[in-house]
């Protein structure tokens, strides 16, 4: 398949808005798809070469992108770096400088060798994959193969896609509605689609099934041991008395450990994910030792929380000293010494060949407890089935006293399935501070930023925050942020921003605010604020509660904590916030 296909289309995606429009291109593009080439695809429309469990990294320096695109057309290294500060992407220069290197080619341009989908994806896993000495003469002579035969719109997707910025805006949901569109003629499969996706979150893997196989194909995809599963989420209400309501009656309570969600996948090897897919078992062997100790079976899938102790006294510790162990290649045995983590699990997902998300809640609470002997490092999640108020609310006095944020509400009923990737009010939060006017802290995505003034000047001055809209699948505006940043956090947020600076406003944003600087939507602070008003400004629920306007949070501040662990798909969404608003009227009436 001729590469020229994909970076046509890419430049349609990127002069539109408009998710349907984006839907209906990549239906085009798979449609000239071979089934044999589908995953590779679907791959780089990601921008990636792999599902991200895998942890390929394709990302190349920049220095060593302006190298091959000097090889590749003769252009000095210092001219390149010039027309980079002019055009601000790399991207644009290499289309430039190819098409100046077509206009003075002596041979006919239409004579070259054509530009392959595979060949692309070939060099491309060369350079990820190149490692030792010479590696990086390596990546560069792979990079400028490419861009050789590149034609200048080819050569502009080959490097924002090797740099990592391909940024077209397309989201996981759009590719799975294109996938059920182009190849069962409508959205009616798009379930069935998602359900395989949200147990085999791979979505090169599950087209070539669905290009190949049909959506029998699709189908017949189960769980696999080493492959995780998109994690279940919760839901949140304001009271006990709406909870219990909302759950027949009577629920089981956990403990809401301040930690990081682990998926532990145990077997001959032993596999431990976060929250967002990444592989964490290097990080962590003190947790995968223990889990295997713990385990009495042969193989499983276990949902918990790592949370961090005081082993002096015992004492449950907040998440920032957990995330203290993230990303580290060295200093882990150290790091485990400082930082030591307990595994709190609360549910089980698969036991020898067995899926278990069909049992309810009561049945995979009993297997977990009969295949788990707890330790001083693995722990069942601390629980009370109730349904008497007086009774839940000591239980969640206790539960803060113990160091936890609150309490996790688990329907108990004959649907109480594990719903992988859902976000639902089979589990719903109660937290600590719902109480007091906002109280409860929310995680917001950052979208924008302005330009800082006075002391702030060189810096940003306020990042523009937003909540997500899961039924229109973009974010929306809810406030400006520029409190609670120490000095040095402050002088940091430039370099934290620079590769997800954007030129205009990205195409799942909705604001009517004008920012400053426009960034990818990645990045999850976490915030409180004195309280939620109505606002003409911001787009967050826009014509929700009250036409013409949106939702605001009044004097937020950074808390500190910055939320690593989790995609911008799972900040606090719109409806969340209207729900903490509705609350927050009763109370004052």
């Known amino acids: 398949m001729e590469y020229r296909i994909i970076a046509e289309t890419y430049s349609k995606i990127e002069s539109t808005s408009k998710r349907l429009e984006m839907t209906d291109l990549l239906v085009e593009l798979f449609n000239q798809t071979p089934p044999e080439s589908i995953d590779k695809v679907i791959y780089l429309t990601q921008g990636k070469l792999y599902p991200d469990y895998m942890g390929v990294e394709l990302g190349i ?29 790399l991207g644009l220069v290499a289309q430039e ?24 994806y070939e060099n491309f896993d060369r350079i990820a994959r190149a490692e030792g000495g010479g590696s990086q003469e390596k990546k560069m002579q792979y990079l400028a193969e490419l861009l050789n ?24 949901m759009t590719i799975l509605d294109a996938l059920s569109i182009a190849y069962g003629g409508s959205k009616e499969l798009r379930s069935e689609v998602e359900r395989a996706y949200n147990i085999h979150p791979d979505l090169g893997y599950i087209a070539k099934r669905l290009a190949t196989e049909g959506i029998e194909g699709v189908r017949s995809i189960k769980i696999s041991l080493g492959i995780p599963i998109r994690a279940m989420l919760a839901e949140r209400l ?24 682990i998926q532990a996948h145990v077997g001959e090897r032993i596999w431990l994910y976060s929250r967002r897919l990444e592989n964490l078992t290097d990080q962590f062997p003190d947790v995968r030792d223990a889990i295997k100790s713990a385990f009495k079976g042969k193989e499983a899938i276990f949902d918990g929380e ?119 009010f089979l589990w719903i939060k109660y937290k600590r501070d719902y109480k007091v006017e906002i109280g409860d802290t929310v995680d917001l995505v950052v979208i924008g930023a302005f330009a800082g003034k006075g002391k702030r000047r060189g810096t940003y001055g306020a990042l523009l925050m937003a909540a997500y809209n899961p039924d229109k699948d973009r974010f929306e505006t809810v406030c400006k942020l520029g409190s609670g940043f120490t000095d040095e956090q402050l002088a940091y947020l430039p370099r934290k921003f620079e ?27 976490e915030l409180i604020g004195a309280e ?21 949070i009044r004097f937020p501040r950074f808390t500190g904590k910055w939320r690593d662990d989790k995609s911008p798909e799972e900040a606090t969404t719109t409806k969340e916030l209207v729900e903490m608003y509705r609350n927050q009227i009763k109370k004052i009436g």
Not at 61 to 82: C, D, P, V, Y
Not at 102 to 113: D, G
Not at 534 to 552: F, M, N, Q
Request: proline share 4%; glycine share 8%; net charge neutral.
């Open 499 to 525: 590769d997800l600076r954007i030129e205009r406003v990205h195409p799942r944003v909705w604001s009517k605010i004008d920012a400053d600087y426009w960034f990818v939507p990645k990045v999850v602070l």
């Open 238 to 261: 304001p009271s006990l008395e709406d909870i219990l309501a909302k759950m027949g009656g009577k629920a089981a309570f956990e403990y809401k450990y301040d930690g990081m969600r």
């Open 306 to 424: 790592a949370v961090p102790v005081d082993v002096n006294t015992g004492e449950l510790l907040p998440f920032q000293v957990v995330s203290h162990r993230r990303g580290r290649k060295y200093g882990i045995e150290k790091a485990i010494e400082e930082y030591p983590v307990v595994l709190f699990l609360f549910d089980i997902l698969y036991l020898d060949g067995e899926d278990l998300t069909g049992k309810t809640y009561p049945e995979r609470r009993k297997i977990l407890e009969e295949v788990i002997e707890p330790s001083e490092q693995v722990k069942f999640a601390i629980r009370l089935i109730s349904s008497d108020i007086e009774k839940i609310k000591m239980f969640f006095n206790k539960a803060i006293e113990d160091g936890c944020e609150g309490l996790v509400a688990k329907n108990i009923g004959e649907g109480s399935i594990y719903r992988a990737g859902a976000r639902e």
């Open 61 to 89: 320096a920049e220095k060593l992108a302006i190298k091959a695109i000097s090889k590749a057309t003769g252009i000095n290294e210092g001219k390149i770096g010039e027309m980079l500060k002019e055009h601000g992407d």
């Open 532 to 552: 939620i008003t109505l606002s003409p400004t911001h787009t967050c629920a826009r014509d929700v509660i009250e036409k013409g306007s949106g939702l605001a």
């Open 149 to 172: 035969l590149a034609t200048p719109l080819e050569a502009r997707y080959i490097i924002r896609t090797v740099e990592g910025k391909l940024r077209l805006g397309i989201a996981d």
């Open 97 to 120: 400088t190819i098409k100046k290197k077509r206009q003075t080619t002596l041979f006919s341009f239409e004579e070259r060798q054509r530009l392959t989908v595979e060949k692309v």
